[in-house]
């Protein structure tokens, strides 16, 4: 079975602390993507990132940092020095099948930084 | 370059009805999926076309169907709607190559389906 769970349903920080998001991602596969989505109230899924299986190497854009572990099955997501604009739902997501035409997104996060 | 676009954004309709969602695919990307979000929930995948042609589909019945025309545009039809239907509808367009789905996708703000 395939299954994303994000156990953080919701987050509240206050701006400029640094937040981590969890995702546990559970596949027989071998090759998979896995990827995190923002969505802001207006409803549109924004691309974040994107990780194929084979890559465990972690990576920083600016103030947000993924951790890719197969070990664990864990893929987080960190953002430092959060800010208000920060605030949204994020979704971690997972995509399988011979030509990557399965997709399995976890509940969400949803995260509020205060001022 | 355009995103992706959907519409209608808001529809009402009764139980027993029928619905027809659109969506146009960004420019470059030749397929499309479509997801069910309910309120507080992740999206669910419901099916991928590709060369007009479904080729992926979720755990959702036959009658959630759909369309892909020559300009990689897309439609989501939805037979015999139930109370349960009632969710943010989700288009995202992304490209295949050489077989492939490269896996990223750009998302629409959504059709938001309300089942009376």
């Known amino acids: 079975a395939q299954k994303v769970t994000q156990a953080q349903t919701e987050i509240s920080v206050v701006e400029k602390e640094d937040v981590t998001l969890d995702c546990v991602y559970e596949?027989?596969?071998?090759?998979?993507?896995l990827f995190w989505y923002k969505q802001p109230p207006s409803g549109e899924l924004v691309f974040l990132i994107r990780?194929?299986?084979?890559?465990?190497q972690n990576e920083i854009s600016g103030r947000y940092s993924w951790n890719f572990q197969k070990s664990t099955s864990s893929f987080n997501f960190t953002i430092t020095a959060s800010q208000v604009v920060d605030s949204a739902v994020y979704f971690c997501?997972?995509?399988?099948?011979?030509?990557?035409?399965?997709?399995?997104f976890g509940s969400g996060t949803k995260l509020n930084v205060k001022p | 370059e355009t995103g992706v676009t959907q519409s209608p954004t808001h529809l009402i309709k009764t139980r027993g009805q029928q619905v027809t969602l659109r969506c146009s695919s960004q420019?470059?990307?030749?397929?499309v999926s479509w997801y069910q979000q309910a309120l507080g929930q992740g999206p669910q995948f419901i099916f991928q076309?590709?060369?007009?042609?479904?080729?992926g589909r979720g755990n959702f019945p036959p009658r959630f169907s759909g369309l892909q025309f020559p300009n990689y545009s897309s439609e989501l039809n939805v037979n015999a709607l139930e109370l349960d239907d009632s969710a943010l509808y989700l288009c995202?367009?992304?490209?295949?190559?050489?077989?492939?789905?490269?896996?990223?996708?750009?998302f629409g703000e959504g059709s938001r389906l309300t089942v009376l």
């Open positions: 995202a367009s992304s490209l295949t190559r050489g077989g492939t789905n490269t896996g990223e996708l750009f």
């Open positions: 596949t027989r596969d071998t090759t998979y993507y």
């Open positions: 990780r194929n299986s084979f890559d465990e």
């Open positions: 997501a997972l995509i399988l099948g011979y030509n990557f035409n399965k997709f399995y």
């Open positions: 420019s470059g990307h030749n397929t």
């Open positions: 076309y590709y060369r007009e042609e479904e080729n």
